[in-house]
C-alpha cells in the first residue's frame, strides 16, 4: 500500500498559479495517479490524472488552466493551476489507484493523501 503526502501553499492569491506537490512512498511506478479536489460544502471534484510514463488526461472544465507532470526519480507527482479565482477554494487530495488510467470518478482510487486546505484570497 502507497502513501501519499500533498504540499504546497495554503494560501494563493487570485490571477496566481496554485502549485501543490504529491510524495509517494511505497512506489510511484505501476500506479495511476490524480488530483481531486473538493470546495467547501460541495462534492469531490476530478481534476486530472497522470499514468507513471507521463500520460495526462484532464477536466474539461478545468483543462485550459491545468498541468500535472511526474517525477518518478523523486517519487513525486505536481498540481499546475493557474489563473485562480476565489471559486478554487478547496482541499486539495493527490490520491492514486492500480487497475487503470483517467478515472474520472473519486470512487476508483483506493490510496488518499490527507488532503490539503487551499485558500484563493487577496
Known amino acids: 500500500q502507497v502513501q501519499l503526502q500533498e504540499s504546497g501553499p495554503d494560501l494563493v492569491k487570485p490571477s496566481q498559479t496554485l502549485s501543490l506537490t504529491c510524495t509517494v512512498s511505497?512506489?510511484?511506478?505501476?500506479?495511476?495517479w490524480a488530483w481531486i479536489r473538493q470546495p467547501p460544502g460541495k462534492g469531490l471534484e476530478w481534476i486530472g490524472s497522470?499514468?507513471?510514463?507521463?500520460?495526462?488526461a484532464y477536466s474539461p472544465s478545468l483543462k485550459s488552466r491545468t498541468s500535472i507532470s511526474i517525477n518518478t526519480s523523486k517519487n513525486q507527482f505536481t498540481l499546475q493551476l493557474r489563473s485562480v479565482t476565489p471559486e478554487d477554494t478547496a482541499v486539495y487530495y493527490c490520491?492514486?489507484?492500480?487497475?487503470?488510467?483517467?478515472?474520472?470518478?473519486?470512487?476508483?482510487?483506493?490510496?488518499w493523501g490527507q488532503g490539503t486546505q487551499v485558500t484563493v484570497s487577496s
Open positions: 511505497g512506489g510511484i511506478n505501476n500506479y495511476y
Open positions: 490520491v492514486g489507484r492500480i487497475g487503470g488510467f483517467g478515472s474520472s470518478s473519486a470512487y476508483d482510487y483506493d490510496s
Open positions: 497522470i499514468s507513471y510514463s507521463g500520460n495526462t
